[in-house]
């Protein structure tokens, strides 16, 4: 048998067993009992909905992963690749262009197998718990534009990709490396003008103590903004949430609409000057830097791979070529990918840990941080106690209850070092 199709049959069995067991962990790890730390704040009631909804997320999960990896199979071991590619080539075009049919075809069957799952869980799983308010109406439009951007931005992208290792030969994963460098950068300056708009709209917050209070803090922290703005997130959803966009002078605070509504200007000021923290504490060039790096790394790996013969014919491939190269690879790197998640997943958490302690040091607000973050889990009805293993594995952010016990701790270490100094 094929090496490249054991290996690659290997890759797949072993994320799906991952994904299982991890899932059925975390729904074990559910505990009946509500936490010390949301006594007297989270009801019974709404405690034993959160599990519920834990655990029909997880559910569905295991579901898509078993679905998904039980097609994917069949369609390797069947030549489905090579179907589609004969149906890309049978058009007449050139190299590239041929690429981007091929690339459509794929990405076109991946979102028909996808798209049972999205309606699933938002008309059916979403609405059920109370968060759902996306109509179909928004629901195919989100669709639509994003097949938009993707032909927009996307293909011009994968076809420059294929040109270069066309055109450059040996020097084609440094050219590239350095072409979807320029890429990131330039699509983390337009997001915010251009593309976040074409799905949410943005309007100035209206003038009053909540609006006056963020520029004050704002400005004694040396932060500047072009803006604070709402976002109309209660179009699709009830979850609350906040973030910062752009660079510098360009930067933005943006607002749910479903987080003003339920918080205090102190715990906004509190949620904000966390997403300040990642900002000062030089967070985001630092988890950027880090994608770049990786992006280097998965272009001089993928060249070792390039059009390789027993590779291509795992996949039952008659030709060889650049485009689907790139999709094959991304088979095999699949087990590379998991290891740089869990290590970014590592520095990810700890930074979290260092914008809270950010928040706290700045603001004097710490108790008012653990309240919006208690408010932010019963809202969002979070998994108040994840497995380990999914927060070794998956999770960017620390279980909430630990990052609750550490500003709690941070709180009382400064309380009593005010108290020693004015003894």
Do not use: C
Not at 104 to 112: D, I, N, R, T
Not at 185 to 190: E, N, S, V, W
Not at 295 to 318: H, P, Q, R, V
């Amino acid at each position: 048998m094929n090496l490249y199709l054991v290996i690659i049959l290997t890759i797949l069995a072993g994320k799906y067993l991952l994904d299982i067991i991890v899932d059925r962990l975390n729904i074990k790890n559910l505990l009946p009992e509500l936490p010390d730390e949301f006594k007297g704040f989270y009801d019974e009631e709404k405690y034993a909905k959160s599990q519920r909804y834990a655990r029909e997320n997880s559910k569905s999960g295991i579901l898509q992963s078993t679905i998904s990896t039980a097609i994917i199979i069949p369609f390797i071991l069947l030549g489905g690749f090579n179907a589609i590619d004969h149906v890309a080539r049978s058009a007449g075009y050139g190299h590239i262009v041929t690429g981007l049919i091929f690339l459509g075809l794929l990405l076109f069957v991946s979102g028909l197998v996808d798209l049972p799952f999205s309606i699933y869980d938002t008309f059916v799983i979403e609405e059920k718990y109370g968060f759902n308010k996306t109509t179909v109406k928004t629901f195919i439009l989100d669709r639509v534009k994003g097949i938009i951007l993707a032909v927009i931005i996307g293909a011009p992208l994968f076809a420059l990709i294929l040109w270069f290792f066309r055109e450059t030969g040996k020097l084609a994963p440094l050219y590239i490396w350095a072409v979807v460098t320029l890429f990131q950068l330039f699509m983390m300056l337009i997001a915010p003008v251009v593309i976040l708009p074409l799905f949410n709209k943005f309007t100035p917050l209206e003038e009053g103590e909540l609006k006056e209070a963020l520029e004050t803090y704002a400005g004694e922290n040396d932060f500047k903004i072009k803006g604070i703005f709402k976002m109309d997130e209660s179009k699709r959803s009830t979850k609350p949430n906040a973030f910062f966009t752009g660079f510098g002078k360009s930067r933005r605070i943006v607002l749910f609409d479903t987080l003003i509504e339920k918080h205090s200007p102190a715990e906004l000021i509190a949620v904000l000057a966390h997403e300040m923290g990642h900002y000062k504490l030089k967070h985001i060039p630092k988890t950027l830097i880090a994608a770049i790096l990786e992006t280097g790394l998965i272009f001089f790996i993928f060249s070792l791979f390039l059009k390789n013969n027993e590779l291509f014919a795992a996949f039952k491939m008659e030709h060889l070529s650049v485009y689907a190269s790139l999709v094959f690879f991304g088979f095999l790197y699949s087990p590379i990918s998991l290891v740089t998640s869990v290590v970014m997943n590592i520095f990810s958490r700890k930074r979290e840990y260092e914008a809270d302690r950010f928040a706290v040091k700045t603001t004097g607000k710490g108790m008012e941080l653990v309240t919006a973050f208690k408010k932010l889990s019963i809202e969002s009805l979070s998994n108040l106690t994840p497995h380990p293993l999914k927060v070794f594995f998956y999770d960017s952010h620390p279980p909430m209850l630990e990052r609750i016990r550490a500003i709690k701790d941070l709180v009382q270490d400064n309380h009593k070092d005010t108290v020693a100094k004015t003894r």
